[in-house]
């Protein structure tokens, strides 16, 4: 039961398996225009939802807001060009809902055809994408440059049984911490960035999941179930000193570390009650402070880099403004520190995923634009500005930047997905073009060979 609790908790669109998508084309994307001052003429309504998808850019040389870099992809025969529309995504009244079909009901997008990404630059050093894939028949842990070369399985070598997933990278990017349930349960495992050293660091009975490493790469956090109900652990990066910090009646999931390492948010069901956001601080972990409790769950907190602000998905009406609809969810933001929630999806639209850049300045997450089509959306922090990356076929889902603005993504439908890049320069690309499920993209924090 808390497995399956436990899995609920993470859930979503980025969980689930995703389908090959078109060969990606270069996209112009196009300049961001404030909503006070679009025209009535042109001002769109969002299609009606589903049930999963997030980020967008600017002009001139077009780039993603809080974007601070590029990230060069050469190609010998250039991609060709189709215009976008300069609309500005607002929110507005929509048509009523159309509830999405089962996943296995979904027509898989049509085999891409085209290769991996060309390059005729040198291979230099590049930030890497850490993401799952079972293109070699089960879950493994995959490696690939932003340019589409290097790919590499950094798992399957190391064993003959068992399942990969949830990688996440160490903040010197030496190694990667993930879930693997080769030993019989699922536990936290690490490796080096190369897939040498592998070794599982909880090796407890109960499931351990959602590893997340401390800003100073000392210590993990993580998810255990070991008395009954899911609880929040910490442990050294080398598997010593486990220690529950919550403790409660219910479960606790889903934890994420402030920026200055001090703290630990994380959803609670403590009470038995629906799952409200907390935030605990390591110097005094029994007493976590409850900065929201809406009367339906909530999940997936992210943490702004900055430490003001934290995301978090909830159902409509969880502010307060409006009927709870506990079938239709929202992306929210609230203070760190404590205050109001605050919708920044619309609240017509089923949105989630939420992922901060790395300035802070912008919000991407998915959201549905239709019942077959979710799209990655990105908000301008503190503007109201929200704008869509190009469409790709299918279902976009689980955004993630780089330190230089590059948002990664995949796309697809929930068995066969996709890995797409949008660079600062506005390009949309498929990196890997195969009909395996590919998910969960995760990017290095430093770049290497």
Same mark, same amino acid.
């Given at each position: 039961?808390?497995?399956?609790?436990?899995?609920?908790?993470?859930?979503?669109?980025?969980?689930?398996?995703?389908?090959?998508?078109?060969?990606?084309?270069?996209?112009?994307?196009?300049?961001?225009?404030?909503?006070?001052?679009?025209?009535?003429?042109?001002?769109?309504?969002?299609?009606?939802?589903?049930?999963?998808?997030?980020?967008?850019?600017?002009?001139?040389?077009?780039?993603?807001?809080?974007?601070?870099?590029?990230?060069?992809?050469?190609?010998?025969?250039?991609?060709?060009?189709?215009?976008?529309?300069?609309?500005?995504?607002?929110?507005?009244?929509?048509?009523?809902?159309?509830?999405?079909?089962?996943?296995?009901?979904?027509?898989?997008?049509?085999?891409?055809?085209?290769?991996?990404?060309?390059?005729?630059?040198?291979?230099?050093?590049?930030?890497?994408?850490?993401?799952?894939?079972?293109?070699?028949?089960?879950?493994?842990?995959?490696?690939?440059?932003?340019?589409?070369?290097?790919?590499?399985?950094?798992?399957?070598?190391?064993?003959?049984?068992?399942?990969?997933?949830?990688?996440?990278?160490?903040?010197?990017?030496?190694?990667?911490?993930?879930?693997?349930?080769?030993?019989?349960?699922?536990?936290?495992?690490?490796?080096?960035? *190369?897939? $040498?050293?592998?070794? @599982?660091? %909880? +090796?407890?009975? =109960?499931?351990?999941?959602?590893?997340? /490493? &401390? !800003? #100073?790469?000392?210590?993990?956090?993580?998810?255990?179930?070991?008395?009954?109900?899911?609880?929040?652990?910490?442990?050294?990066? *080398?598997? $010593?000193?486990?220690? @529950?910090? %919550? +403790?409660?009646? =219910?479960?606790?999931?889903?934890?994420? /570390? &402030? !920026? #200055?390492?001090?703290?630990?948010?994380?959803?609670?069901?403590?009470?038995?009650?629906?799952?409200?956001?907390?935030?605990?601080?390591?110097?005094?972990?029994?007493?976590?402070?409850?900065?929201?409790?809406?009367?339906?769950?909530?999940?997936?907190?992210?943490?702004?880099?900055?430490?003001?602000?934290?995301?978090?998905?909830?159902?409509?009406?969880?502010?307060?403004?409006?009927?709870?609809?506990?079938?239709?969810?929202?992306?929210?933001?609230?203070?760190?520190?404590?205050?109001?929630?605050?919708?920044?999806?619309?609240?017509?639209?089923?949105?989630?995923?939420?992922?901060?850049?790395?300035?802070?300045?912008?919000?991407?997450?998915?959201?549905?634009?239709?019942?077959?089509?979710?799209?990655?959306?990105?908000?301008?922090?503190?503007?109201?500005?929200?704008?869509?990356?190009?469409?790709?076929?299918?279902?976009?889902?689980?955004?993630?930047?780089?330190?230089?603005?590059?948002?990664?993504?995949?796309?697809?439908?929930?068995?066969?997905?996709?890995?797409?890049?949008?660079?600062?320069?506005?390009?949309?690309?498929?990196?890997?073009?195969?009909?395996?499920?590919?998910?969960?993209?995760?990017?290095?924090?430093?770049?290497?060979?």
């Amino acid at each position: 039961m808390v497995v399956a609790l436990l899995l609920a908790a993470c859930s979503g669109p980025g969980s689930l398996p995703p389908t090959p998508l078109p060969t990606a084309t270069a996209v112009p994307v196009a300049t961001l225009t404030p909503v006070a001052t679009i025209p009535a003429a042109t001002t769109v309504a969002t299609a009606s939802r589903g049930s999963a998808a997030a980020p967008s850019s600017t002009a001139g040389r077009p780039t993603i807001p809080g974007a601070i870099g590029t990230v060069v992809a050469a190609s010998p025969t250039p991609a060709p060009t189709q215009p976008v529309s300069t609309t500005v995504i607002v929110t507005v009244p929509l048509p009523p809902p159309v509830s999405a079909p089962p996943a296995a009901a979904r027509t898989p997008a049509p085999t891409p055809t085209a290769g991996p990404l060309a390059s005729t630059a040198p291979l230099g050093l590049a930030y890497r994408i850490a993401f799952v894939s079972n293109r070699d028949s089960t879950d493994d842990i995959w490696t690939i440059g932003a340019d589409g070369y290097r790919l590499v399985n950094l798992t399957h070598a190391q064993k003959t049984k068992g399942r990969d997933s949830d990688p996440q990278w160490s903040p010197d990017g030496t190694q990667i911490a993930f879930v693997s349930d080769r030993d019989g349960n699922s536990d936290i495992w690490t490796m080096n960035s *190369d897939g $040498t050293a592998a070794r @599982n660091i %909880s +090796k407890t009975k =109960g499931d351990n999941l959602s590893p997340r /490493w &401390s !800003p #100073d790469g000392r210590r993990i956090a993580f998810t255990a179930s070991r008395d009954g109900d899911a609880e929040i652990y910490i442990m050294n990066a *080398d598997g $010593t000193e486990q220690t @529950n910090l %919550s +403790k409660a009646d =219910g479960d606790d999931l889903q934890p994420v /570390w &402030s !920026p #200055d390492g001090t703290q630990i948010a994380f959803v609670s069901e403590r009470g038995k009650k629906p799952r409200a956001l907390y935030v605990l601080k390591l110097d005094a972990p029994k007493t976590p402070a409850r900065l929201a409790a809406p009367a339906c769950d909530m999940s997936n907190p992210a943490w702004s880099p900055d430490g003001r602000t934290i995301a978090v998905v909830a159902c409509v009406g969880a502010d307060g403004k409006g009927s709870l609809d506990p079938t239709q969810h929202v992306v929210y933001t609230v203070p760190a520190a404590g205050g109001d929630l605050a919708a920044v999806s619309d609240a017509k639209t089923e949105s989630g995923g939420p992922a901060w850049a790395r300035d802070s300045a912008s919000l991407a997450f998915w959201s549905y634009r239709n019942r077959d089509q979710a799209e990655i959306v990105i908000l301008v922090a503190g503007s109201g500005v929200r704008r869509t990356l190009p469409a790709t076929s299918g279902i976009a889902r689980d955004p993630t930047w780089s330190p230089d603005g590059t948002l990664a993504f995949t796309g697809g439908d929930f068995v066969i997905g996709q890995l797409f890049v949008a660079d600062a320069s506005g390009q949309v690309r498929n990196l890997v073009n195969n009909s395996a499920n590919t998910r969960t993209p995760r990017w290095s924090p430093q770049k290497s060979p």
